[in-house]
């Protein structure tokens, strides 16, 4: 089993910054790709950001150039650096991370773009 736990969501203003967290722990070995995910109100969940142990990035065009995602593997955590924040980015921001074998997800974290 692989338990994420991700951190740093929050209240903030169009054309902010935020910087979202998810920590992995347990049997990561075998992990080959992390990545984020969000699910808006009344919306389906939505890609947002994936990167391979071989740092291979991938982001939708909705993000690509204001989000950046990144990993410290010392610490077996994953980052988004979202900029130029939207309110259309608001929703709940799943972390998740993937073997050959099964998918997990955290538990997600409230962001909320609003002046």
């Known amino acids: 089993q692989v338990q994420l736990v991700e951190s740093g969501g929050g209240l903030v203003q169009p054309g902010g910054s935020l910087r979202l967290s998810c920590a992995a722990s347990?049997?990561?070995?075998?992990?080959?790709?992390m990545g984020w995910y969000r699910q808006g109100p009344g919306k389906q969940r939505e890609f947002v950001a994936r990167i391979t142990t071989g740092g291979s990035t991938n982001y939708p065009d909705s993000v690509k150039g204001r989000f950046t995602i990144s990993t410290d593997n010392a610490k077996n955590t994953v980052y988004l650096q979202m900029n130029t924040l939207k309110p259309e980015d608001t929703a709940v921001y799943y972390c998740?991370?993937?073997?050959?074998?099964?998918?997990?997800w955290g538990q997600g974290t409230q962001v909320t773009v609003s002046s």
């Open positions: 998740n991370a993937a073997n050959f074998k099964e998918t997990y």
């Open positions: 347990g049997s990561i070995f075998g992990i080959y790709v």
